[in-house]
């Protein structure tokens, strides 16, 4: 009887086999917070992901038009636009200026989209001889 009574001195009284509600409530918060940056992150992922896409489909979009204008008519417009068939979403401007060369043409040719509701573009210039064309 004196080793209980020793013992139960010694050492404090502790329940056994559960948690503090502390503990409960601490493990609840970082489980929280954790999966919040993770669906944020995650969220940023997909944003940027979206962002390589629109801008690997300018890219295709901008090489195709520029290989429809290879082929200049006299007749042509300096200035063009209009959208995409098989893209929705996607539209495209081209605009023609003369330079001070004799028949040397700056040729702009820009695809619009919208992202994170904001205008994105991308565009390419090439210089295009072309002596038939009237300023």
Known sequence: MNVRRQRSLDAPQRREGGFLMLEVILAMALLAISTVAIVESLGR???????????????????????EFRTERPTDLLDQEGEFD???????????ESTDSEGLWKQTITVYWYERSKLASDSVVEYRYLPLKER
């Open 45 to 67: 992922c997909l944003a940027a992901a979206r962002a390589v896409q629109n801008y690997s489909t300018s890219e295709i979009l901008l090489a195709n038009k520029s290989f």
């Open 86 to 96: 098989d893209y929705p979403g996607f539209s495209w401007s081209r605009k023609l």
